[in-house]
């Protein structure tokens, strides 16, 4: 038996998603032994976020943070084997993504608070870190790093798929149906429609997309917001609160003071669902089906602005039979199981010398095993 553990903090910032589970040795097959969602607390995400910008002391808080967060993944891990009854000396690794708090492949880093080397003693388990440097280093943007386990775990030959992951930031894995894959992040996802309601309603999120409801469409805001020059790169490319953030929003929201706060909302849900269904027109418009994991795949009204956007788009051939949009879960997977499945997967690639990117995804020179090793 092979059990892996993965770990995810995503750029959501609301806390720490945790699967434990067995992959047979080739690597093709996972049984979910057990999973958890440890939220961080209000002090917790404060000091992530505000890692997400410059400030003073950078250094102490991040380390401060990177402490506090190993808690919070030994908590989980402690959890997960006392639920599956698994002694933890039988967990081969764990896959600690970390906290992304800066992602510049464009200045050769991307950096994610870790501290594995105290996770792995707190728990007494191997520990793998420090996924994207390996790749960045070749040439990549060091992300996405998911497309290569929705292939393994998603894929079909002879039907293109997109898995579209719809966390802090969207992103979506092409699984084409003679089996290359592509993959890149699409832009915003839930973090501007998060910011907004925390800035209106002080709710940390808008849940089941509800508050976006009430509201309309501002179509020239949407379009001035879809004025991004990131939108319109060519692949591979990804982002993050670098770019996405408070301030980009505020900026851009200057000339548009009369649109009302909940309209603004229905405004950010429609940018969300309009920038991943043009990248899924763009890159793979034969697609068919269409499947979300993350955040958003809880989030109703966004699910329904990406299934009106697919299903209305002009350059369709007429005749053509609507895209479905349905959750990872019809796949076997829960939505918000499939990142911290898709570190643990890595963790297993790392232990046995596997690749684990696609260059044709990120952009490296060329297949790379990724991470780091830290004993307990």
Not at 60 to 80: E, I, P, R, T
Not at 240 to 251: A, C, I, P, V, Y
Request: with cysteine; proline share 5%; aromatic share 8%.
């Amino acid at each position: 038996m092979c059990y892996y553990i993965g770990l995810m903090s995503g750029t959501s910032l609301d806390g720490v998603d945790s699967v434990l589970v067995e992959i047979d040795e080739g690597g093709t097959h996972f049984k979910l032994l057990a999973a958890n969602y440890f939220p961080f607390s209000s002090d917790i995400r404060a000091a992530l976020l505000a890692l997400q910008t410059n400030g003073f002391d950078e250094i102490h808080n991040a380390s401060q943070a990177a402490n506090q967060l190993m808690l919070v993944y030994a908590d989980c891990v402690m959890d997960l084997i006392k639920t599956a009854d698994i002694p933890a000396q039988q967990v081969i690794a764990i896959g600690a993504h970390g906290q992304t708090v800066r992602h510049r492949p464009e200045f050769g880093y991307t950096l994610q608070i870790n501290n594995p080397a105290l996770l792995a003693e707190l728990t007494d388990i191997n520990v793998i870190a420090d996924f994207r440097n390996r790749d960045i280093s070749a040439g990549g943007q060091g992300a996405p790093l998911v497309p290569a386990f929705h292939r393994n775990a998603f894929g079909q030959l002879n039907k293109t798929r997109v898995i579209a992951n719809i966390g802090g930031i969207g992103n979506i894995s092409i699984l084409h149906s003679d089996g290359s894959t592509r993959g890149f992040d699409t832009g915003p996802g839930n973090v501007l429609m998060d910011a907004w309601i925390m800035q209106h309603q002080s709710q940390p999120y808008d849940a089941d997309g509800n508050w976006a409801r009430q509201g309309q469409v501002n179509c020239a805001l949407l379009a001035h917001l879809k004025d991004e020059p990131f939108l319109y790169l060519v692949p591979p490319k990804s982002t993050g609160r670098d770019l996405f953030h408070s301030g980009w929003l505020k900026h851009k929201l200057a000339h548009f003071s009369t649109v009302s706060p909940v309209d603004v909302q229905a405004t950010l849900c429609a940018l969300t669902a309009h920038t991943l269904v043009d990248a899924t027109n763009t890159y793979a418009p034969e697609v068919q089906q269409l499947f979300i994991c993350g955040g958003g795949a809880y989030n109703a009204t966004l699910l329904d602005a990406i299934r009106l956007a697919l299903n209305t788009n002009p350059t369709k051939s007429k005749g053509t039979k609507a895209v479905s949009v349905e959750s990872t879960e019809v796949l076997g997977i829960s939505p918000n199981h499939v990142e911290a499945m898709a570190f643990a997967w890595l963790a297993y690639r790392f232990t046995h010398r596997l690749t684990g990117n696609l260059p044709e995804v990120t952009g490296a020179s060329g297949g790379r095993i990724l991470g780091a090793l830290y004993p307990h």
